[in-house]
């Protein structure tokens, strides 16, 4: 059974960089099938895509993103990783990985892991 | 601010059948598979509609999809307390050079 399980500070300063790890067990982060993507939602609102990442490091971000963002991947640890710079309380959210099939579907969903932007 | 709308909420007794909308356009559902999404309080998200009308494994048939040109529709027959929820549509948006994925506004099922 696939798993994904984020990891990282639940609490960033503002202006600092958010780093946040995805661990996959049960199956390849090197598979040719899917690609690996974060995703967001602040207290009490709605998903927001932040970007997503091919084995090969192909990448996609969303554009009000993209200044701030880059996400990597480490084949060799089965690890995807997600950094956001410039934080503000903005970005304060639950951070969910995933695994993206098809057209960007995100179909596996780790629990989430809330990070705060707080002085 | 999402592009695909959908009603903030809808409601019905055990047993009975809910509607949820989705609304979009041609760069979004127009011309992309759209999916569903439910998320129950205080949990992740969980794929429930795939490629417009598909259910993953372990997905019961009371919940079924659908889309016509921009908009999209996820149906929940035979209500549940369980299916209390949020749930989410989502596609892919080419509107942007690079594209994007884009969820959508989100609905409140409650059950009476």
């Known amino acids: 059974q696939l798993q994904l399980q984020e990891s990282g500070p639940g609490l960033v300063k503002p202006s600092e960089t958010l780093s946040l790890t995805c661990t996959v067990s049960?199956?390849?982060?090197?598979?040719?099938?899917?690609?690996w993507g974060w995703i967001r939602q602040p207290p009490g609102k709605g998903l927001e895509w932040i970007g997503s990442i091919y084995y090969s490091g192909s990448t996609y971000y969303n554009p009000s993103l993209k200044s701030r963002v880059t996400i990597s991947v480490d084949t060799s640890k089965n690890q995807f990783s997600l950094k956001l710079s410039s934080v503000t309380a903005a970005d304060t959210a639950v951070y969910y990985c995933?695994?993206?099939?098809?057209?960007?579907?995100?179909?596996?969903w780790g629990q989430g892991t809330l990070v705060t932007v707080s002085s | 601010q999402s592009v695909l709308t959908q009603p903030p909420s809808v409601s019905a007794a055990p047993g009975q059948k809910v509607t949820i909308s989705c609304s979009g356009s041609?760069?979004?559902?127009?011309?992309?598979?759209v999916s569903w999404y439910q998320q129950l309080p205080g949990t992740a998200p969980k794929l429930l509609i795939y490629?417009?009308?598909k259910r993953p494994s372990g997905i019961p048939d009371r919940f079924s999809g659908s889309k016509s040109g921009t908009s999209a529709t996820l149906g929940i027959t035979g209500l549940q307390t369980g299916d209390e929820a949020d749930y989410y549509c989502g596609t892919w948006d080419s509107s942007l050079s690079a594209g994007l994925y884009v969820f959508g506004t989100g609905t409140k099922v409650t059950v009476l």
């Open positions: 041609s760069s979004n559902i127009g011309n992309n598979y």
């Open positions: 049960g199956g390849s982060i090197s598979s040719s099938s899917y690609y």
């Open positions: 995933a695994r993206l099939s098809g057209t960007m579907t995100p179909d596996y």
């Open positions: 490629d417009n009308n």
